[in-house]
């Protein structure tokens, strides 16, 4: 007994090399999604050290902070008198004193 005839045509050699093609872009695609995920989490996950504190900062004689504020190698005072008070971070020296303006009771 004779088999019947395929129906099917044979595939075109451009299609079948497109349907290759598609998968490799595919699975290219697919590893630089995780890559790039792997690389988001590892850097999410690794935190910079924040920055501390000096070991000694000495405020003048009856001055009262109110604000710090921290940069890589000084640190700001506000103090409650209305001066700026910059020092040295690494060794805690003062280094500049500056006087704010002080609104009066009619302009606050």
Not at 4 to 14: L, Q, R
Request: hydrophobic share 45%; aromatic share 4%; net charge neutral.
């Amino acid at each position: 007994m004779a088999l019947p005839p395929d129906p099917t045509p044979p595939e075109p050699p451009n299609l079948r090399f497109l349907r290759r093609l598609v998968v490799v872009l595919t699975s290219v695609m697919i590893g630089g999604l995780i890559l790039l995920l792997g690389l988001v989490v590892t850097q999410i996950t690794r935190s910079t050290a924040p920055f501390a504190l000096p070991d000694r900062v000495e405020l003048p004689e009856g001055t009262r902070a109110e604000a710090v504020t921290l940069s890589s190698d000084w640190v700001l005072v506000l103090s409650r008198e209305g001066e700026l008070l910059l020092f040295d971070r690494a060794s805690g020296a003062l280094r500049q004193t500056i006087a704010l303006p002080v609104a009066g009771p009619a302009e606050r």
